[in-house]
């Protein structure tokens, strides 16, 4: 058995990730997705992991850029639309989740009535 595992080769592929923050503003969000302004130019395609900090609290969500444009006149100001990517468990520190829970918030408002 010994002299069978000495024969025996094992090739491992090592895998790195090279990640960047990059600072965003908020433009709008939906259950979907967001529309978010940067300084710097994001390829469409890149997937990361956005950061949102709402009174406090801080929510995480796994995104996708679906477009990147340039605003004309604002020298080197991007809008960049992301996807919500559907990557694990929506838990309360999920984007999605917060978001659904305050849209229903709000259409429970709008109909008059309490989410209590």
Known sequence: MKSRLN???CQMELIGVLTREIPTRLIEISR?????????RIEEGTVGALRLEVDGQSYREDVRATRCVAIAGSGSA????????QTGKADGASIRRAVSASFGDFSLRSAGLSST
Request: with cysteine; aromatic share 10%; proline share 0%.
């Open 7 to 9: 024969g025996l080769r």
């Open 32 to 40: 979907s997705g967001c529309l978010l302004e940067s300084g710097h």
């Open 78 to 85: 991007y809008l960049v639309g992301v996807e919500f990517l």
